[in-house]
Nanobody, 126 residues
């Protein structure tokens, strides 16, 4: 059982930046693909970014491409999401997830993820 704990959310003005972190309890963290998803009120959960087990392959949702960067530190069992040029439309609860996948069609699907964190709120004011 992998336990995931997100941190780093908060309130920021449009154009600002936040860095989310997700720490995993499991020593086999490095075997998992990791993803960030978000869900705004009244909307479906949306893929934000994903990274394969080694960190060599990264994928992004169209709405965040060029603004967000996902990375991981397998030695520290942590995955990060650097969010720049934030927009009010980025307001949501952000979840990290651990799962399996290498190719983009695998990493972007929430069905590929077995473990989820509790989420952290990101609010971007205009």
């Amino acid at each position: 059982q992998v336990q995931l704990v997100e941190s780093g959310g908060g309130l920021v003005q449009a154009g600002g930046s936040l860095r989310l972190s997700c720490s995993a309890s499991e020593r086999t963290f490095s075997a998992y693909a990791m993803g960030w998803f978000r869900q705004a009120p009244g909307k479906e959960r949306e893929f934000v970014a994903g990274i394969n087990w080694s960190g060599r392959s990264t994928y992004y949702g169209d709405s965040v491409k060029g603004r967000f960067t996902i990375s991981r530190d397998n030695a520290k069992n942590t995955v990060f999401l650097q969010m720049n040029s934030l927009e009010p439309e980025d307001t949501a609860v952000y979840y990290c997830a651990a799962g399996w996948g290498e190719e983009k069609q695998e990493v972007v699907s929430p069905l590929r993820y077995d473990y989820w964190g509790q989420g952290t709120q990101v609010t971007v004011s205009s």
